[in-house]
């Protein structure tokens, strides 16, 4: 390297710190404080600098907005905090009915107070910084693994590189929007008109697929923005105590926020802010399509938690979507995994929000009904959410001499079983179960999936292939396959014919939990598995189990119990059942009288941070073999907390609440006593 002069170094600091200011001053205050001119010489020395010592170039400095070298390919990123998406809201009722649930789950009877933003339309990102540095940014993706975009979002000149202000965390996981403005979308859309380059819809695809670009100097070159609006990981001496304070946190550290944020009491607060921001969204330089409510207390978040794949402390209010008119052709109906009989309305072209839209669902008989729609109608076409198109109403006075009444089947179309539905259930079901082609696909795949049967080498695009090939036709038939099988198959070679097979002769030997997930019984997950198991001990007796006999255990309830009850009734499904154990898959029963005697029957575990020697999958089933029961959070119910490295909240969380807390050197040696 080089040497430079103390000097020169000094020199270069002071004016990436003072670049670096006016950057934030221009783009997250929106209060230039200094000229263009100024602004391009300062810049001009940053770059004569840089030439001249090129190996001393900093990640801080404003140059390395311009973007780097092309990727190849964007790597995976797990999200350590899952990025969950909102349950939605569509009326004053919907945000009523989610206080009321608040309220009830929470005991209050008092107005609660809720920070109300508006709901940016972009593409959600999460931003990493460790010790105040920018270490990585991805995309949400499937909400726990994202694509790493780091090198996209570093040209994004609202992203600080480094938090500024004071009390900065060691790690500090902040989540956002990015968005192009819509003074820039249309200037870039008309440079593209210009180029004869592509242009984009609206400035949320424009967004995104700036974001996706394997060349950073094209993303660099879009106008884009970013508005912070909450935290996923958060490692800190101080923790805020609400979410607006934890906002204000993050403006202090560098970040925008957006300035329409405001706090309400109340339910009645809540619906004074959606009509106030409705009114003035067609007015603001960006796209929102709704509000997001947030209950503003970080402790009563906790105390409310999550569903499977949303908090219960925030929802997302939509406004009232585009509308079009258009013709309603046909009506086909579709079979979805769990047998779901869908009508899917084929309709005549229509662009609406900003799509072409030409099917929509109807989802059931009693929506068809409550349209009155008959195939040849005239009908008003919804994007509901500003994503699912739907259709809203009919136009009777349009409606011609003739048209069709739509029939509801009660056969499945595909495989012929009867339709049947459960309950007060609105949506009819084949009652195929794994019988069904329609549901095979989906089935196989999570059958095969790294939870349930663990089949390495068997992805979604295979299990297409050979269901479309017809060299499956149900799960059972993945243990007949066999060299000859798979080697006539596009794109099975060799190798990857033989290392399917050996994982398929690998997942042979499973356990009853395992097994029982791997079927795919509906509303059936891990836990319910791990439940019926360490209750009946086999299949046997799991598969003659009453509704009476369901219900006497916890954590399975009427609906629950009434789909295993009919899962097992299936002749189809016991054969495959039967198939599956005479190709050898094979587990242990559960010896109830010694699961009763097991240690830790009766405690719960956490695990927290990365673990070294074993993965924390492998520890989670050593734990549930030992009788306990593993949560992803810290109560105060929680036994005991293992806490490998990169170990943050819950391990701080666990020692506020005076857990016990093992090392990983700690729980291996804890658990050689039991082996």
């Not at 180029?195 to 950073?216: C, H, I, M, W």
């Not at 924390?616 to 105060?636: F, H, W």
Request: proline share 4%.
């Amino acid at each position: 390297m080089t040497s430079i002069p103390q000097k020169v170094i000094m020199e270069y600091s002071r004016l990436i710190e003072v670049v670096n200011g006016y950057n934030y001053q221009y783009y997250v205050l929106d209060n230039p404080s200094v000229s263009d001119s100024e602004y391009d010489r300062l810049i001009k020395q940053i770059i004569s600098i840089e030439t001249d010592y090129p190996d001393f170039i900093t990640q801080e400095s404003p140059s390395q907005r311009v973007g780097g070298e092309p990727l190849s390919s964007f790597a995976q990123i797990k999200h350590v905090v899952p990025m969950l998406s909102l349950d939605n809201a569509f009326s004053d009722k919907d945000l009523m009915d989610f206080d009321r649930r608040v309220k009830e789950r929470l005991n209050l009877l008092t107005d609660i107070e809720f920070v109300c933003e508006p709901k940016l339309d972009g593409a959600a990102v999460s931003l990493l910084y460790r010790k105040g540095q920018l270490a990585y940014a991805a995309t949400r993706g499937d909400g726990s693994i994202g694509e790493d975009i780091t090198a996209n979002v570093r040209t994004i000149r609202s992203v600080p590189f480094k938090l500024r202000g004071t009390n900065i965390p060691d790690i500090l996981e902040v989540r956002g929007e990015i968005f192009m403005p819509r003074s820039g979308f249309e200037i870039f859309n008309r440079k593209a008109l210009v180029n004869g380059e592509k242009t984009f819809v609206n400035p949320r695809n424009a967004a995104a697929g700036s974001l996706r670009q394997l060349d950073p100097k094209i993303t660099a070159s879009r106008p884009l923005d970013i508005c912070a609006y909450s935290v996923g990981q958060l490692e800190a001496q101080e923790i805020p105590a609400s979410h607006k304070s934890m906002l204000e946190s993050l403006s202090i550290w560098g970040f925008k926020i957006n300035p329409f944020v405001e706090t309400v009491t109340g339910v009645n607060g809540c619906v004074d802010y959606y009509e106030k921001m409705s009114s003035q969204r067609d007015d603001l330089p960006y796209d929102i399509d709704g509000i997001v409510y947030k209950v503003n207390d970080l402790t009563l978040q906790k105390r409310l938690g999550f569903v499977a794949k949303a908090p219960r402390w925030a929802i997302a209010r939509k406004f009232p979507a585009q509308e079009e008119m258009t013709r309603l052709i046909d009506v086909e109906f579709q079979v979805g995994r769990t047998g779901a009989i869908t009508p899917v309305a084929r309709l005549e072209p229509v662009f609406v929000g900003g799509v072409t839209v030409s099917n929509a669902s109807l989802h059931n008989g009693d929506e068809i009904k409550r349209l009155g729609v008959r195939i040849g109608d005239t009908v008003i076409i919804r994007r509901a959410g500003d994503v699912i198109p739907k259709i809203a109403k009919v136009v009777l006075e349009r409606r011609p001499l003739k048209t069709q009444e739509i029939v509801f089947p009660e056969r499945c179309p595909v495989c012929k079983s009867a339709v049947q539905k459960f309950g007060e259930e609105a949506v009819a079901r084949c009652s195929g179960g794994l019988f069904c082609a329609a549901q095979i696909k989906e089935a196989i795949k999570h059958f095969a999936s790294r939870r349930a049967m663990d089949i390495d080498g068997l992805g979604d695009k295979l299990v297409d292939l050979m269901v479309e090939k017809s060299v499956i036709f149900s799960v059972a038939d993945l243990y007949d396959l066999n060299h000859k099988k798979l080697i006539i198959l596009e794109r099975v070679g060799e190798k990857s014919a033989r290392n399917l097979i050996n994982a398929i002769e690998k997942s042979k030997t499973t356990t009853l939990e395992k097994f029982l997930y791997a079927l795919g019984i509906r509303e059936v997950g891990e836990a319910t598995a791990s439940t019926l198991a360490t209750n009946f001990g086999s299949i046997e007796k799991i598969s003659k189990a009453s509704l009476d006999d369901l219900l006497e255990i916890d954590d399975i309830g009427p609906k629950v119990a009434g789909h295993i009850v009919n899962f097992f009734k299936n002749p189809d499904n016991s054969s495959i059942i039967t198939a599956l154990c005479e190709a050898g898959v094979s587990w242990q029963d559960v010896d109830l009288e010694n699961y009763k005697e097991a240690p830790l029957v009766g405690q719960t575990w956490v695990l927290t941070g990365g673990l070294v020697s074993m993965s924390r999958a492998e520890a989670k089933d050593i734990l549930q073999s030992l009788g306990a029961k593993v949560s992803s959070s810290v109560s105060t119910k929680t036994s005991q907390v293992v806490a490998g490295p990169g170990a943050g909240s819950k391990l701080k969380k666990a020692k506020s609440y005076n857990i016990g807390v093992m090392s990983e050197h700690q729980f291996i040696a804890f658990l050689e006593d039991y082996r």
